[in-house]
């Protein structure tokens, strides 16, 4: 078996990152950084995203694993201490593959017919380069509102308890198809009105946006930020690809929301 290992790159990741691939170079597993079967990321839920946009086109055949090495995180779930139990269950592949839900973001242009693709594995938001983003929302081809305000988040199932909480919106379980479209602080008024609600859609839904004044535009994948000159349209569905994650023992998903935001001993 190949893996490879991304760390957060301060002193405990590092030392970490040293111990477990010389304890599965013991297990004959071999160091490959080009095309791994599995993939560990020693930090947070920000390293993981690192890794997989580094794998981006290999998500048919990686699959992920986290160790955090700070807070609790709803992608790195191992704790350092567990590091020997962790290598002996990859060793002996003691695992099952986990799949969940991506986002797709096709950025369309006015003076191109190739859009720029994405796929975002928490979240992608839309602001306008200039102060208020003024957007034409339609769903499946259906106009549904025009939006005036800071901007608009697109997340995932599994990015759901990240910037989409936040703003107010639902926390979806990662084993349903959607994506949920989310405002942020939009202006409702006499004149002008949105829903004003989080908007979870399925799998077989698109969502378009387009432009009403300015054409540029503030775009987020993830923790990438990229500015989109002469946008005609941006264009969110749930992707066909999936991000594959290694499972070595049960750790549900609403323990992990308890965890994170309720439980008081963490």
């Not at 986990?98 to 796929?119: G, M, R």
């Not at 942020?184 to 839904?205: C, E, Q, Y």
Request: with cysteine; hydrophobic share 40%; charged share 25%.
């Amino acid at each position: 078996m190949k893996f490879f290992i991304i760390s957060r790159q301060d002193d405990l990741s590092n030392d970490l990152m040293a111990t477990a691939r010389a304890y599965l170079e013991d297990f004959d597993m071999v160091w490959n950084e080009e095309s791994p079967d599995v993939v560990l990321s020693i930090g947070g839920d920000g390293t993981l995203l690192h890794a997989f946009h580094k794998y981006r086109d290999q998500l048919d055949t990686v699959a992920f694993v986290g160790i955090h090495t700070g807070h609790l995180g709803f992608y790195a779930d191992w704790q350092p201490v567990e590091i020997e139990k962790l290598v002996l269950s990859i060793a002996k592949k003691e695992y099952e593959v986990i799949e969940y839900p991506l986002v797709e973001v096709s950025v369309h242009y006015q003076n191109s017919e190739k859009p720029a693709v994405y796929l975002a594995l928490n979240e992608s938001t839309v602001k306008s380069a200039e102060v208020t983003l003024v957007m034409d929302v339609f769903l499946n081809e259906s106009h549904f509102e025009r939006f005036r305000g800071d901007g608009l988040c697109m997340s995932t199932p599994s990015g759901s308890t990240a910037y989409n909480k936040a703003l107010g919106g639902a926390i979806i379980h990662p084993s349903l198809q959607a994506m949920q479209l989310t405002e942020m602080a939009s202006i409702n008024n006499r004149v002008f009105r949105t829903v004003g609600s989080p908007l979870v859609l399925p799998a077989h839904h698109r969502c378009v946006l387009r432009p009403v004044k300015a054409p540029d535009f503030m775009v987020t994948i993830d923790h990438i930020q990229l500015l989109h000159k002469d946008v005609k349209s941006i264009e969110y569905r749930v992707a066909d690809e999936k991000v594959r994650f290694a499972r070595f023992r049960a750790f549900p998903f609403w323990k992990r929301v308890h965890d994170s935001f309720i439980d008081n001993d963490r």
